[in-house]
């Protein structure tokens, strides 16, 4: 759940006017809502936190916030997987990528769709490392991780044994799931 307070705050240091910050805060202000189980309807009562389900604005907002978060977590720290690139329209020859000049690297710590977040990295060891800045952050926005909803997917090299790195979260071990690239050469190694 989004924690309202910190949103404002997230919006604030994104730049945005304060006059349409008061107004997104007006839309959230007074929200009453009823709970309705097996027919049965409860007395409708005060929500102060998250966002708006249904509402156009909704997915931005919960974009900045945790976009905000993962500023936050990975401010000072560099795990991720590090990508080269070249813009001066020979993108696709990887000879060109080994010459020093015009060449941008970047590192990638995560990749975001909706409520998804998938954090990149190399060894286990950074995976560690990434999940516990982001238990941090979570912790230091007043969000809860549900640990039955993460997999960690472990893609290695063609030529590497597959051994899927243990990581935990608040001590619990996070479930290993098999990554898509793994499905796929698994499907197309049968059919050889």
Same mark, same amino acid.
């Given at each position: ?8 705050? !997230? ?16 839309? %959230?202000? *007074?929200?009453?809502?009823? !709970? ?5 309807? #409860? ?12 509402? =156009?604005?909704?997915?931005? *907002? ?11 977590? %990975? ?7 590090? $990508? ?24 990638? *710590?995560?990749? $975001?769709? /909706?409520?998804?977040? /998938? ?10 490392? #990434?999940?516990?800045?982001? =238990? ?15 997999? !960690?997917? %472990? ?11 243990? $990581? ?5 071990? $996070? ?18």
């Amino acid at each position: 759940m989004v924690n309202r307070d910190r949103l404002w705050k !997230v919006m604030q240091k994104f730049g945005c006017p304060e006059r349409f910050a008061q107004m997104v805060r007006q839309l %959230y202000d *007074h929200i009453m809502a009823p !709970v309705t189980d097996n027919r049965a309807r #409860s007395e409708a009562f005060s929500v102060t936190s998250g966002v708006k389900q249904g509402s =156009v604005s909704a997915p931005i *907002h919960f974009s900045l916030m945790f976009f905000a978060m993962l500023m936050d977590a %990975y401010r000072d720290k560099s795990p991720g997987i590090r $990508i080269a690139n070249r813009t001066d329209g020979q993108l696709l020859n990887s000879w060109r990528t080994q010459a020093p000049t015009r060449v941008s690297t970047t590192t990638v *710590h995560d990749l $975001i769709f /909706a409520d998804d977040c /998938a954090l990149n990295n190399v060894t286990g060891e950074d995976m560690q490392r #990434s999940m516990n800045l982001f =238990v941090a952050v979570c912790v230091n926005f007043g969000l809860t991780i549900n640990t039955d909803k993460l997999v !960690v997917m %472990y893609e290695p090299p063609p030529s590497a044994k597959c051994n899927a790195p243990r $990581i935990c979260v608040n001590g619990a071990q $996070i479930k290993n799931g098999e990554t898509k690239a793994n499905q796929a050469f698994g499907q197309l190694q049968s059919s050889m």
